[in-house]
């Protein structure tokens, strides 16, 4: 049980163009999910808190406009990167959290490869 | 603000070998701390954790410890094997926004 999926695994995108990343809890109802940023020999980051029905909350320095997240359903939350750049090229992790749990007993997704060409 | 230290960075080790990771925190007010394995490109998986009020947590050949006064904890593999190849990250937990604040990890490699 609590499985977690992301879509895509890897992304190659232009400079410029928006790239959406889904994640998805398979098994059960999420009502937090997070979104976690890592770089090469760096620490995961938390970029942001997505509940579902409401607006996310984003980390201090985490840019809103430029990493929008939506999260529609109990199953699912999506992180847009609008007019990518090469900075922004990283490895982009989604975790969820099952009702009645912690916070910090999260399940997370494979990860997202993104490339900003 | 929590920071996590893990050392080394790097750890080469022989198959069968038994193997220490180190992991530092500043800010012993945690609420909890978690042992995580990363394969190259992926997720992450959890392997222990370990409620403040506890020293340690065992699962098959893994054994995390945590001297939270101190600010440490130290997993501890035994008869390390080739499958056990993977970033290790530790992460705490605060009391009051709960949180994971994560360590840069430990790549690891067992060689056969």
């Known amino acids: 049980g609590a499985v977690v999926s992301q879509h895509p695994s890897r992304v190659i995108c232009k400079s410029g163009t928006s790239v959406k990343i889904e994640c998805r809890s398979l098994d059960f109802q999420a009502t937090t999910m997070f979104w976690y940023r890592q770089f090469p020999k760096k620490s995961l980051m938390l970029m942001a808190t997505?509940?579902?029905?409401?607006?996310?909350?984003?980390e201090q320095g985490v840019e809103k406009d430029k990493f929008l997240i939506n999260h529609a359903s109990l199953t699912l939350s999506t992180l847009t990167v609008t007019s990518a750049h090469p900075e922004d090229s990283s490895f982009y992790i989604c975790s969820a959290q099952s009702p009645g749990e912690r916070t910090d007993t999260q399940y997370f997704g494979p990860g997202t490869r993104l490339t900003v060409l | 603000k929590q920071e996590v230290t893990q050392i080394p960075a790097a750890l080469s080790v022989p198959e069968g070998e038994n193997l220490v990771l180190n992991c530092s925190f500043t800010d012993s007010a945690i609420y909890n701390l978690q042992w995580f394995r990363q394969d190259p490109g992926k997720g992450l998986t959890s392997l222990l954790l370990?409620?403040?009020?506890?020293r340690e947590q065992t699962s098959g050949r893994l054994n995390a410890s945590l001297d939270k006064s101190s600010g440490r904890s130290t997993l501890y593999i035994a008869a390390s094997q080739p499958g056990d190849s993977a970033t290790y990250l530790c992460?705490?937990?605060?009391?009051?926004?709960?949180?994971?604040?994560f360590g840069k990890g430990t790549k690891l490699t067992v060689n056969p």
């Open positions: 992460a705490v937990s605060q009391g009051g926004s709960e949180k994971l604040v």
């Open positions: 370990i409620q403040s009020s506890q």
């Open positions: 997505s509940n579902e029905g409401s607006k996310a909350t984003y």
